[in-house]
């Protein structure tokens, strides 16, 4: 690891997980952190989030070859912009969004001078704040990291093996292309389950009570979906939308396709359908991005406490 020092900006789910694994796999490297909240900056260092927590963005850059903005999509370039004057020339900047070509036009429009390398670590929870973050989070994992044209590949390679160390599994891919993966694999999803737990509780036939009493597998998942913070999503969301509305289009175009074939009866179509989507499912199943077990492997105490 040729990283000496790695500062983190933004101590919620992914900035604190990112703390604690680094003091877990990388232990030679020093880490310090920020988050605008002072809330959130007494409590990181009262969980040791990382070695160091700094009062000031600036400070928290201060001598870090590695800095990793972990704030949502929209703030990346008043965050970037706060740090700036702290910031050595050969620092490499990342982060951890999920839009990446807006991002890199953020961070490069604000740090002209220095080298950005986007990154996606593809993980997380439905938690946020602080006390969500955990070592493992990264853990057989997916790590998008989409260098610009030029980036030089010694640098690349770094931030790779810095990926690679937290548990990910590493793949380099096109920014363009990114947003167009991400926006069918994770953001339309989310706005699938964000929409249908809306229109569940805005029944007039049914009380919320009821919705929330009475929830079946499927609506219970997409509420675990919904719960995600709301700010992040908000600005994917704003920052992705053109590759977002072109897969709602798709989507929508394929439900207006099954809800034909149930009106019509077409139970050929749906059959057809489904078992294409099973087997879906059987692959991520074998490639170790999901649990086969029943209840994604939640002991039947932990289903009985979500419920």
Not at 6 to 11: E, F, P, Y
Not at 48 to 59: F, K, N, W, Y
Request: aromatic share 6%; hydrophobic share 45%; proline share 5%.
């Amino acid at each position: 690891m040729r990283f000496e020092k790695v500062a983190i900006i933004g101590l919620g789910l992914l900035g604190g997980s990112i703390g604690l694994a680094v003091q877990e796999h990388l232990p030679g490297l020093a880490t310090s952190g920020f988050d605008a909240d002072p809330a959130v900056r007494e409590r990181a260092r009262e969980l040791g989030l990382c070695q160091t927590i700094a009062d000031d963005p600036a400070e928290a850059v201060h001598d870090a070859d590695l800095v990793i903005l972990c704030v949502p999509v929209g703030a990346m370039g008043a965050a970037a912009e706060a740090l700036a004057p702290g910031l050595r020339p050969d620092a490499v900047i990342s982060d951890v969004g999920s839009s990446k070509q807006s991002i890199a036009a953020a961070l490069s429009a604000v740090l002209p001078d220095h080298l950005v390398i986007p990154a996606h670590p593809v993980a997380g929870t439905e938690q946020s704040g602080p006390d969500a973050g955990f070592a493992s989070l990264f853990h057989q994992r997916w790590c998008i990291i989409t260098p610009p044209d030029g980036a030089p590949q010694d640098k690349v390679d770094d931030l790779a093996e810095f990926w690679k160390a937290l548990g990910s599994t590493v793949e380099i891919m096109d920014a363009e292309h990114h947003d167009m993966v991400l926006a069918v694999t994770s953001h339309i999803p989310h706005l699938i389950a964000y929409t249908i737990v809306g229109t569940a509780s805005d029944l007039e036939e049914v009380t919320r009570g009821e919705v929330i009493k009475y929830s079946a597998g499927g609506f219970r998942d997409f509420t675990r979906i919904a719960a995600s913070d709301p700010t992040m999503w908000r600005d994917v969301f704003l920052n992705n939308k053109d590759a977002v509305l072109e897969m709602m289009d798709r989507f929508l175009t394929d439900l207006a396709m099954m809800r034909e074939a149930i009106k019509a009866g077409d139970g050929d179509l749906m059959f057809d359908q489904f078992s294409k989507t099973r087997a879906i499912r059987r692959r991520i199943i074998e490639l170790g991005q999901d649990d086969a077990r029943p209840d994604f492997g939640r002991s039947h105490d932990e289903v009985g406490k979500e419920d």
